[in-house]
């Protein structure tokens, strides 16, 4: 059974740009979420999707945004880049269907730098 | 506001003894922890996790204790290995909310020297 799968894994971008990063969950799971990684803050939550709805957001700016396609892949897009956005982006899927607590497994990363 | 911490940024233990890592959290709303490792250039990936109604969890060589009234939970690796080198994060969720929301500390550096 594959894996979580993001692409691109190394992306460099100027200030301004705009960015999309791509994340194929693991087949069957319906839910995905995203996490930005830096350094100095660990794994903050940006939002999750489930069928194709978002459930969940975190405490980003409107600048970051997502969608979730009928066939579960989820892309997260950045627009007007910041330094500040470099970042380590990781995506988690799980089933979704639980009404308890679930694993999340996570693919490994697109690593961001804005120059 | 961090509601989910790990103080000890690095953690350097002999192989064959015991490693343990500690994460303290601040909200008492969380019933549900995990804790995942993380190797360079990888995701990271579930090791261990435990419940509120528990106060222990064991697997193999990794065990969870939880302490609810302390707000305090640790991981305890017996015996380490060279492998276990990695960045391990504690996380917590909670029930009501969205159990695809997990917070997550820093992350403690453990290196195990052969």
């Known amino acids: 059974k594959a894996g979580v799968t993001q692409t691109p894994r190394y992306l460099i971008k100027t200030r301004g740009q705009q960015v999309t990063l791509s994340c194929s969950p693991i087949s069957g799971h319906r839910s995905v979420s995203w996490y930005q990684q830096t350094p100095g803050q660990g794994l903050q939550f940006l939002f999750e999707y489930f069928s194709e709805t978002q459930r969940n957001k975190g405490n980003f700016p409107g600048r970051f945004s997502g969608r979730q396609f009928s066939n579960s892949r989820s892309e997260m897009n950045v627009s007007t880049l910041e330094l500040g956005d470099s970042a380590l982006y990781l995506c988690?899927?799980?089933?979704?269907?639980?009404?308890?607590?679930?694993?999340?497994?996570f693919g490994s990363g697109t690593q961001l730098s804005v120059l | 506001d961090q509601q989910v911490k790990q103080n000890s940024p690095s953690l350097s233990v002999q192989e064959g003894r015991i490693s343990i890592l500690n994460c303290d959290y601040t909200n008492s709303m969380f019933d549900y922890f995990l804790w995942y490792k993380k190797y360079p250039a990888e995701g990271p990936t579930f090791l261990i996790s435990?419940?509120?109604?528990?106060d222990k969890n064991e697997d193999g060589r990794f065990t969870v204790f939880l302490n609810k009234s302390a707000k305090h939970l640790s991981l305890h690796i017996v015996p380490s290995q060279p492998g276990d080198s990695a960045v391990y994060f504690c996380?917590?969720?909670?029930?009501?909310?969205?159990?695809?929301?997990?917070?997550f500390g820093k992350g403690t550096l453990l290196t195990v020297n052969p």
């Open positions: 996380a917590a969720s909670r029930s009501g909310g969205s159990n695809y929301k997990l917070t």
């Open positions: 988690a899927s799980s089933s979704g269907h639980s009404a308890t607590n679930e694993k999340l497994f």
């Open positions: 435990i419940s509120s109604i528990k």
